[in-house]
């Protein structure tokens, strides 16, 4: 059985940013709890979804048959792996279900702290 503790470096080797650029958990700190048996177990911080309202809009996306979340990010994005930034905008809690409806319109936002440019 592999130990998971083997998993995680210490945090004296920890790179400054563990997260890939494109991850919704990149700029969380590692946090390290010590159980009752003095085993130390690293964790990520907890992050906080930004509420839809402090997010610039894009646009809105219209659900079609067969779409997923991460085939509209690719779409919009271009980058597959951007559709928590989809589930993030819409609330959603469980993000399959935001596809499960044709035509359910999608908002789309840029990410979080960029404004919406000027027209």
Not at 24 to 49: A, M, N, Q
């Amino acid at each position: 059985m592999i130990d998971p503790r083997t998993l995680v470096p210490s945090l004296q080797d920890l790179r400054t940013e563990v997260f890939d650029e494109l991850s919704r958990y990149r700029g969380l700190p590692l946090l390290i709890w010590t159980d009752d048996d003095g085993v130390e177990h690293t964790y990520v911080d907890r992050r906080f979804v930004p509420g839809p309202e402090s997010l610039s809009a894009a646009g809105v996306v219209a659900v079609n048959d067969q779409d997923r979340l991460d085939n509209i990010a690719a779409v919009q994005f271009g980058e597959a792996t951007l559709w928590w930034r989809i589930a993030d905008a819409n609330r959603a809690l469980q993000p399959d279900e935001l596809t499960r409806r044709l035509g359910r319109r999608l908002l789309i936002t840029f990410a979080e702290g960029t404004p919406a440019p000027r027209r």
